[in-house]
T-cell receptor, first 110, second 113 residues
Framework: GDSVTQMEGPVTLSEEAFLTINCTYTATGYPSLFWYVQYPGEGLQLLLKATKADDKGSNKGFEATYRKETTSFHLEKGSVQVSDSAVYFCALHSNYQLIWGAGTKLIIKP | NAGVTQTPKFQVLKTGQSMTLQCAQDMNHEYMSWYRQDPGMGLRLIHYSVGAGITDQGEVPNGYNVSRSTTEDFPLRLLSAAPSQTSVYFC????????????FGDGTRLSIL
């Protein structure tokens, strides 16, 4: 079946460092891909999405490109801030369901 | 903007008790779902609904019931609570198309003693 694999966390970086969180997927067809973010004590919020190959989603300085050839959707940010500390989830749409990665906790130290 | 509203935010139950987690959305979304979130396991789908009167099972449906009598409401019932159901529960909704994002409630933290 369809699945999403994310790099394990926690990922600890210093402020202003470059961030990459890896996400790869297995799916039939051409799913839509998402990154969601969960700040401490809150629900999940959509961060960005891409609906077809080579699409780039972007929001709040984060970017991810839908790479069909490598079945990947890695999340990147050029300069992270303490306020980016959260748990990040990669997900894909399959039929009526979202298939979720396990989440990657990001800790940014000042 | 209310969005997706879940109640209660916290609940402690004893083993064997029953309860209903409430979820309501005011965006006229067709699709609603319930997830549980456990450490290191991401989100797992419990039940979902593609419209009023229609529900289906997700990945981990055992021990839970749902109904969808209106577009707005999608309650989750625990029939006989077990410690394994200790988790954080999230309700989500979206419009019908697959490539639209889901909107989440703030979650219900449930502990079963």
């Amino acid at each position: 079946g369809d699945s999403v694999t994310q790099m394990e966390g926690p990922v600890t970086l210093s402020e202003e460092a470059f961030l990459t969180i890896n996400c790869t997927y297995t799916a039939t067809g051409y799913p839509s891909l998402f990154w969601y973010v969960q700040y401490p004590g809150e629900g999940l919020q959509l961060l960005l999405k891409a609906t077809k190959a080579d699409d780039k989603g972007s929001n709040k300085g984060f970017e991810a490109t839908y790479r069909k050839e490598t079945t990947s959707f890695h999340l990147e940010k050029g300069s992270v801030q303490v306020s980016d500390s959260a748990v990040y989830f990669c997900a894909l749409h399959s039929n009526y369901q979202l298939i979720w990665g396990a989440g990657t906790k990001l800790i940014i130290k000042p | 903007n209310a969005g997706v509203t879940q109640t209660p935010k916290f609940q402690v139950l004893k083993t064997g008790q029953s309860m209903t987690l409430q979820c309501a959305q005011d965006m006229n979304h067709e699709y609603m779902s319930w997830y549980r979130q456990d450490p290191g396991m991401g989100l797992r789908l419990i039940h979902y609904s593609v419209g009023a009167g229609i529900t289906d099972q997700g990945e981990v449906p055992n021990g839970y019931n749902v109904s969808r009598s209106t577009t707005e409401d999608f309650p989750l019932r625990l029939l006989s609570a077990a410690p394994s159901q200790t988790s954080v529960y999230f309700c989500a909704s979206r419009v019908g198309r697959n490539n639209q994002p889901q909107h989440f409630g703030d979650g219900t933290r449930l502990s079963i003693l």
